[in-house]
Structures are given as structure tokens and as C-alpha cells.
């Protein structure tokens, strides 16, 4: 039962995903959305495995001609200037969610490492495929200075906001819901 319900919650989070990254301001060849947000959350809730598994499934979805990222799927989205930072997702997912996982809900300072484990590992990890692969597709932005000044410095201050605002919600909700009881359901509540 507990692996049907971490199905359902990846796919509860695929479809908060596909409806966020639709919201999109456009700054160069990377926009700014609402897809770190999701990212966090969900590894801050489900966990490192449903979280990862979460954004694989994501990708491989769009990959078939779903259109969960943006409105857009297909192959050419998995190669086109963004694709290194979607790539880095599951990745994000994996490494907060481990590390989140440590984290007691309700203890002190919860909230402060919540944000230093968001922005870092769930928000900052996608960076390095993102400038990598975004600098190998993008001709202009081959100096790495303008790679960095195209894929990284605009989005800091907005991917910051997103850390506080997601560990707000994951805390929140972890003192409620802590991921057993999200993933177990009711089993885990009979047996705490």
C-alpha cells in the first residue's frame, strides 16, 4: 500500500508541477519559474526516493510527448537550452530530501536549516548540469562568465525567496505530516 501511495503523491506533485511551470517570466534563454518551488516541496515531503522517482517520472513522461514542463515535451525540450537544469531535478529531489530526512520536524532551528538544505541541495545542485549543458548549446554564452551571467546570477535572489517559502510549507506540514505518515497513511498512524 505505501508504494501505491507514493505513486499517487508523485503523481499528485507532477500535476502541481505541470500547472506552476506554466507561469514563466522570460530573461534570456533560462526563465524564471516556478519549478525549484515543486522541486523543494516534494523532496521535503515525500523524501529522497518518491521525491527523485517523482521528477524521473516527470521526465520521462514529457520525453513521450506530454507536456508537463512548461507546456512543452518531446526530445527537443530534453536538449534545448534548459535541459541541464531539468536533468538536475531528480538529483535536487534526491540529495534535499536525504538531507531533510535528518532534519527532526519541530526542532530547533528547523526552519533555518530547512532554507540552508533548499536553496543548496534542492535549488543550487541543478545549476551545474544547467551551466554545463546551457554553455555547450548556447554559443554566446561560452565564456564562462557569460554562462554564469546568463544561467546563474539573475535567478539567485528569486531561488532564495523560493528556498524560505518551501521550507516554510515543508515544515508546516511535517509537523502534521511527517513523510512515513504521507508515504504509510493510516498503518503509520495506528502504529506511532
Not at 530534453?78 to 531539468?86: E, S, W
Request: aromatic share 10%; with cysteine; glycine share 12%.
Amino acid at each position: 500500500m505505501a508504494k501505491v501511495r507514493g505513486l499517487i503523491f508523485c503523481a499528485l506533485f507532477i500535476a502541481i508541477f505541470a500547472v506552476l511551470s506554466l507561469v514563466q517570466i522570460p530573461v534570456g534563454s533560462v526563465p524564471i519559474t516556478l519549478e525549484t518551488l515543486v522541486v523543494q516541496v516534494c523532496a521535503g515531503l515525500l523524501g529522497p526516493w518518491y521525491g527523485a522517482l517523482t521528477f524521473v517520472l516527470l521526465i520521462v513522461l514529457d520525453l513521450i510527448g506530454l507536456p508537463l514542463i512548461g507546456g512543452h515535451a518531446g526530445p527537443s525540450l530534453m536538449l534545448g537550452p534548459t535541459a541541464g537544469y531539468i536533468w538536475g531535478w531528480p538529483f535536487c529531489a534526491l540529495f534535499a530530501g536525504l538531507a531533510i530526512s535528518r532534519v527532526r520536524p519541530g526542532s530547533r532551528g528547523e526552519i533555518v536549516k530547512l532554507i540552508a538544505i533548499l536553496f543548496v541541495l534542492g535549488d543550487l545542485v541543478c545549476y551545474i548540469p544547467g551551466v554545463l549543458w546551457l554553455r555547450h548549446v548556447v554559443p554566446s554564452l561560452h565564456p564562462w562568465g557569460s554562462a554564469l551571467a546568463g544561467g546563474v546570477w539573475p535567478f539567485l535572489p528569486g531561488d532564495f525567496v523560493k528556498s524560505v517559502l518551501a521550507a516554510v510549507i515543508v515544515a508546516r506540514v511535517r509537523r502534521v505530516y511527517p513523510t512515513e505518515r504521507i508515504l504509510r497513511g493510516e498503518r503509520y498512524a495506528a502504529e506511532s
